[in-house]
């Protein structure tokens, strides 16, 4: 898509991604989870943040700043869109709201 310059079809086909992991978490609810199966959770949260550090990456071209803070978060700067480059166990970075809330009067 990118290549026929659709750059908007592409970026929806990230956000589809985003709202089916979406999906995901809620269906799976690692947080109930976790109360019986802490490694199935965590295989969980794993899918998810990995499709997360995918969806950063395919969108570089289009929000660097932004993409940068999340694989920076991460701890992902420099990954490629290949599955299983986010190393499990790393300690996600704090950060401030990425898109903060604009307040209007």
């Known amino acids: 898509m990118i290549k026929a310059l ?3 079809q592409a970026i929806e086909e990230v956000i589809i991604l985003v709202r089916a992991v979406n999906k995901y978490v809620e269906a799976q609810a690692p947080w109930k989870v976790a109360k019986t199966d802490l490694k ?3 295989n ?7 499709a997360l550090r995918i969806s950063a990456v395919l969108l570089s071209a ?16 420099g990954s490629s869109e ?3 480059e986010l190393k499990g166990g790393t300690q ?3 950060h401030e709201a990425l898109f903060p809330r604009i307040e209007t009067k």
């Open 44 to 50: 969980i949260l794993y899918t998810a943040t990995e």
């Open 92 to 94: 996600l970075k704090s």
């Open 62 to 77: 289009v929000m660097p700043e932004r993409v940068g803070v999340v694989l920076g978060v991460l701890g992902a700067a």
């Open 6 to 8: 659709q750059v908007h």
């Open 40 to 42: 199935a959770a965590g």
């Open 82 to 84: 290949k599955w299983g």
